[in-house]
């Protein structure tokens, strides 16, 4: 069976739903982000918290932890009884029923102190993790180059969100360097024979070039036979 996906790492950007994960062991996720964002990976063994800057001395960072023990759905008003009604009221969540959370021993930072919504992992990943970009699970291509690039010390950000001109792209690596910006994206050997790709490439390849990209693309030859 495949581990894919077993830990959820989900952003907590506010003080009350961190106080209900620690005191009350329950965390909300709404439906339509975790059907839009997860779908085949969820739902999650172990819950995860990315802490945002309203937790000084814990902020940008994964430090607690806790494993899953069931997942209802539920309204707003059913999780906030004493809410007055509002427009949110109706809105439907999964509540993720947890055990208590646990501490890492070391955190898991993020260096650009970027924001993430969800970042579904394995085990393995979570708890061997230094920093955010180590918990991606996209491709065996990106996690070769990845581990090739951290060998280097070239430090990027893997799965980072641009928008150019309306449109949204998520980079396989960001790399910002003293004199602009590179975007490496990793494309298997199916995705080249699809025709189809091309005008998207070259579409996506103009939209950033626009705003100071350069984007360098490899194929599963370069990575597996050719880097060294």
């Known amino acids: 069976m495949s581990t894919r996906g077993e830990v959820l790492v989900a952003i907590v950007n506010n003080r009350r739903d961190f106080t209900i994960a620690c005191e009350r062991c329950w965390y909300r996720i709404p439906v339509d982000s975790a059907q839009k964002f ?31 023990l069931e997942i209802r759905e539920a309204y707003r008003e059913q999780l906030f009884p004493d809410e007055p009604l509002n427009p949110k009221s109706g809105k439907r969540y999964y509540q993720v029923l947890l055990r208590p959370l646990q501490q890492l021993t070391k955190p898991i930072f993020s260096r650009r102190q970027r924001r993430i919504v969800f970042i579904p992992t394995t085990t393995e990943k979570f708890f061997n993790a230094l920093e955010i970009n180590d918990l991606y699970d996209g491709s065996p291509l990106e996690d070769r180059l990845w581990a090739e690039l951290k060998r ?3 430090w990027a950000e893997r799965q980072e969100d641009v928008k150019v001109n309306n449109r949204n792209y998520k980079l396989d690596f960001a790399i910002y ?20 790709k091309t005008m998207a490439d070259n579409l996506h390849n103009n939209d950033l070039a626009s705003v100071g990209w ?3 693309r490899f194929s599963t030859r370069h990575i597996q036979a050719e880097m060294l």
């Open 214 to 216: 350069q984007v360098l």
């Open 152 to 154: 280097q010390q070239i």
């Open 177 to 196: 360097c003293c004199n602009g910006k590179v975007n490496v994206e990793t494309d298997g050997d199916t995705y080249h024979a699809d025709p189809k």
């Open 38 to 68: 997860l779908k085949s990976r969820w739902p999650p063994q172990w819950l995860a918290f990315y802490q945002t800057k309203m937790f000084e001395g814990e902020a940008y960072a994964v430090n607690y932890y806790a494993p899953v």
